[in-house]
């Protein structure tokens, strides 16, 4: 459209996240893509809720078609879900859906250990320390969404230093579920210390290259996280009956 063309090619937005993060100039759709996914993770927009372009493009004084782009992008993400005469919501998984992805998430994450335990170079296992180190300096920033694309980021190192190509193509369905996860997590408890101590708990296992420890320890990582998550859901349902 004429329209969405003058203001695609308009000069670029800054945008600027709280505290003190790094200004960047992205286009206008990517500026909306943001803020949307921003308000998901923070939980201004929450599982299940409908989303409009009318809605969006009132509230983010951009037009229409801008909105859609964003949206289109954010549903290939799998963060925005495209339902039959019902429309556009946010993403929501069911209770039972979190062991389930957990369990999947296990077996993922011990082909990428496989992959880097079996490299006598130490390079792979390097990539996680890299990651490491990017984690600890963004786990306490004052911007939650920091924190949470840290902790994605930190998930995804393991991944990336296996140099595995199925879990480089499932990396970015497998970061829409956690984007969920984490959301529904971070609106009930947002506790970056506690964040920071079972993550550490997780490294410290990678450390001992033993395969089985580390097994144990991305087990009850995983699989805790998501047990808590599906209780504190159960709670919430609870009590508003």
Partial sequence: MPGSQREDAAEPVAVIERGPARVVA??????????????????????GDRVTEAQLSEQLGVSRPTVREALNALAEEGLIVKESYRGLRVAKLAPDAFHDIALGR???????????LADETGEKFAVIER??????????????????????????CLWDASGNYLLEK????????????????????????????????????LRTRDRAVIRTAISAHTLESADEIVRMMREEEDRGR
């Fill in 106 to 116: 296990i077996a993922l994450d011990m082909l990428a250990v496989d992959d880097v």
């Fill in 26 to 47: 992205v286009s206008r759709r990517e500026a909306v893509r943001i803020e949307i996914r921003r308000a998901i993770i923070l939980g201004a927009l929450t599982p």
């Fill in 170 to 205: 499932l990396w970015p369905v497998t970061a829409a579920q956690l984007t969920i996860a984490l959301a529904e997590d971070q609106r009930r408890r947002a506790d970056p210390e506690r964040e920071h101590r079972v993550h550490l708990t997780l490294m410290e296992a």
């Fill in 131 to 156: 990651g490491w180190m990017r984690y600890e300096n963004a786990v306490f920033h004052p911007d939650p969404v920091v924190q949470h694309d840290a902790h994605l980021e930190f998930h995804r």
